[in-house]
T-cell receptor, first 115, second 116 residues
């Protein structure tokens, strides 16, 4: 069975500071991992996904995540936070169901960016 | 191209009443998913349609929940009778292909359901 743990339900950073959102996963099979972002009053939007092709994955809006099998982690980072990054971020692992994809999410991390 | 749409955006009902949520997937997407987020907790999978067929309904909480996708286009999720613990945000997502993991799921904005 797969599961996801996101450390820190709320993270606050200053504009221009490093963003680090933590995600650890548990999976009995090679995982497929995703980060989604939800801006206020919008649906979830895919930021990036790990496909096993490369351990460092680059996504939209300057975000990237590194897959570390030894640590079972897939932390999301951005070198310099922008006010527009304020949103809720979800880490997810793909749970297989007869070959089909259903997403198993962490509880989410709300990112606040202050001037 | 229109994204995934959900209606209504908010619904407030009393315990024991019936509510029907609707999801219109992206045109041409055969795969349609329902998820739910209870306040402050993780988003949980409810079920997956491939066209009009239920591929996986392992996440449906109980038999008060009924999902349909007649004709393989839009889907409805009915809760009857609603209970307090049904409150939360219901998300719909759709994807192309055959539901493989690498097909991105596109999410709607969600329906916020409040049961009083």
């Amino acid at each position: 069975a797969q599961s996801v743990t996101q450390l820190g339900s709320h993270v606050s950073v200053s504009e221009g500071a490093l963003v680090l959102l933590r995600c650890n996963y548990s999976s009995s099979v090679p995982p497929y991992l995703f980060w989604y972002v939800q801006y206020p009053n919008q649906g979830l939007q895919l930021l990036l996904k790990y496909t096993s092709a490369a351990t460092l994955v680059k996504g939209i809006n300057g975000f990237e995540a590194e897959f570390k099998k030894s640590e079972t982690s897939f932390h999301l980072t951005k070198p310099s936070a922008h006010m527009s990054d304020a949103a809720e971020y979800f880490c997810a692992v793909s749970g297989f169901s007869g070959g089909y994809n259903k997403l198993i999410f962490g509880a989410g991390t709300r990112l606040a960016v202050h001037p | 191209e229109a994204g995934v749409t959900q209606f209504p955006s908010h619904s407030v009902i009393e315990k024991g009443q019936t509510v029907t949520l609707r999801c219109d997937p992206i045109s041409g997407h055969d795969n349609l998913y329902w998820y739910r987020r209870v306040m402050g907790k993780e988003i949980k999978f409810l079920l997956h349609f491939v066209k009009e067929s239920k591929q996986d309904e392992s996440g449906m909480p109980n038999n008060r929940f009924l999902a349909e996708r007649t004709g393989g286009t839009y889907s409805t999720l009915k809760v009857q009778p609603a209970e307090l613990e049904d409150s939360g945000v219901y998300f719909c997502a759709s994807s192309g292909g055959s539901g493989e993991w690498y097909n991105e799921q596109f999410f709607g904005p969600g329906t916020r359901l409040t049961v009083l």
